[in-house]
């Protein structure tokens, strides 16, 4: 360890701190990744064990049925389920509030069917997959998690179409527009300016939907019905639409298989919001951005 570089010293020791792993098999990661510390981390929880000899390290599901149940709270009236109230104090002591993009990625780790409850066998299986069974251990894993996102984009956009079933009603086919617009909130954290005018269009949409509505139903009912739903498609595509085009559309193909409302938003950017028409061949097009 002598022999690192300042910066590489502390790579690895952030790297022990959020794996767990060993100083050999971390320095092992962090070569292979050339010292990029997320991609380190995203092999490192591809393949745990591609550096080590010794047999995996065992959880002990005793302690994990014994943590859960901390967390089950008769409040909540779900029998042997983690609900909201007993979520609420599994997030206090892991330290995340309710819109921390960690809070998503543990839902999805555990593969939760419903918002805000765990039945003890997502529970398990998902403390078993991490190979943890302690709070401390669980919030090293899902940081280092969320840290990695930033260098694998598969990840995110599993986390993204997880999001979809998660999100919605059991009994709906489409995503409510709030639920959705709170949900890229917490995917994609601080909205950058095509975002915000994505969310802006959708506002714009619904209101012209609501006036249309309260021309037919009347002011009253008009109000019951929620005109602008986020399907399965547009959804998962939009993924694809905000974090791998360029930021000024110059790149997006109107012979695409877009989703309508995905095309009526890149219409509404080149009309009405100075965005570029498209050219195939635009040498001084905006670079992309990342969210990531």
Known sequence: ?????????????????????TEPVSLNFLAKANWNIEYAMTLYYDNPNLFSSSAPATVDQSKTIQLFTQYVDKRDGLGERIGPHGMQRLLIDLGYEPIDRRVLILAWVFKAETQCEFSLQE?????????VDSIQGLKQKIDALDAGMKAD???????????????????????????????WDVIFGARKPLMSQWIDFLYGQERMAYARLEEELGPTNAKKVKSVWITRDTWNLFW?????????LSDYDEEGAWPVLIDQFVDHCRENLNYPKPL???????????YY
């Open 280 to 290: 195939r061949e635009n040498s001084n097009a905006m670079e992309h951005q990342s």
């Open 123 to 131: 529970f398990t299986n998902g403390m078993a997959s991490l190979q």
């Open 153 to 183: 984009l598969t990840k995110t956009r599993d986390l993204c179409i997880f999001t979809f079933n998660y999100g919605k009603s059991a009994a709906s086919r489409s995503l409510d527009l709030e639920m959705a617009i709170c949900y």
């Open 240 to 248: 694809d639409f905000i974090v791998l085009g360029k930021e000024d």
């Open 1 to 21: 360890m002598n022999r690192l570089k300042a910066d590489q010293k502390t790579k690895l020791r952030q790297f022990v701190q959020w794996t767990q792993a």
